[in-house]
């Protein structure tokens, strides 16, 4: 996730300055085919680009607020902008949920681009689960993770279609956005790559390596670099608590037996 944070502080909903107690997270998707942030956040930090039409969010007669937008910088590569404090209550349903859910806007393009869809599909269920996180919530409990039209036919929203007249078409399904949030959540062994699996295993060795070699073993080990059969690693870090493999071992055979 690239999450960056810009407060819609003249947002009348902000102004308003009334907090809530987080129980579940609301998906919408803005409706209008416009990817750009900047048609909602700003002023321009510089990355964002300039809103040349001054009708971002952050100013009062808007009407509705979230707490966080998913689209594109002005270079191209998306992002996700916090613009409410997590807790404070949101104008982005016209119903009960404001009073319990966190709700960020995805901004559509014209709904066709995979390419698009995917990384913000991505962002969203990064934001999710960073969000479900620091919130100890489960996106699996019943009502926990909706969209707006979900919300609608829970009676807790107004009558809107998002997300589901878009993932759709791309093959997903709020279902499919719930197990995707639960399965990052929830380290599964078994989803890794073998290239994620190379890199845990590197992360291990890395924090293995600081630890220092036993008191029981001193005599061994200085015999073993004496004889120069250790080396260390580039830094002179003799590594005692990580295994040797099998290069190394033949390596270190090779040094002790000629
Ligand atoms: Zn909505």
């Known amino acids: 996730m690239n999450l960056h944070k810009l407060i819609l502080t003249e947002n009348d909903c902000y102004k308003r300055q009334k907090y809530i107690t987080p129980k579940g997270i609301m998906l919408h998707s803005t409706g209008a085919n416009n990817p750009n942030l900047k048609r909602y956040v700003g002023p321009d930090d510089g ?8 009708n971002h969010w952050n100013r ?5 607020c979230v707490h966080a937008f998913i689209g594109k910088l002005a270079d191209g590569s998306i992002a996700t902008y916090q613009t409410l404090p997590w807790n404070m209550r949101g104008w982005h349903c ?11 806007e995805i901004c559509e393009d014209n709904l066709t681009d995979e390419n698009y869809f995917n990384l ?8 999710t689960v960073y969000l479900c996180e620091m919130y100890n919530l489960d996106p699996l409990e019943d009502g926990v993770v909706i969209c707006h039209s ?18 759709p078409k791309f093959g997903k399904t709020m279902d499919d956005f719930r197990q995707d949030v639960k399965d990052e959540m929830e380290l599964n062994i078994d989803n890794l790559t073998d290239e ?25 080990r200085d015999w073993a670099v004496d004889n120069g059969y250790f080396q260390g690693d580039e830094n002179g870090n003799l590594l005692w608590q990580v295994p040797l493999n099998r290069e190394q071992f033949a390596v270190v055979e090779h040094r002790i037996h000629g």
């Open 47 to 54: 990355l964002l680009g300039e809103n040349r039409n001054n």
């Open 60 to 64: 009062s007669g808007v009407g509705a």
């Open 94 to 104: 016209g119903d009960d949920a404001n009073n319990t859910h966190i709700s960020f």
């Open 120 to 127: 913000v599909y991505q962002e969203a269920v990064e934001l």
């Open 150 to 167: 979900e919300g609608y036919r829970r009676g807790i929203a107004s009558g809107h279609a998002d997300v589901e007249h878009w993932f």
């Open 196 to 220: 994620q699996l190379v890199q845990l295993y590197s992360k291990m060795i890395t924090a293995l390596g600081k630890l220092d070699g036993s008191i029981y073993s001193k005599e061994d």
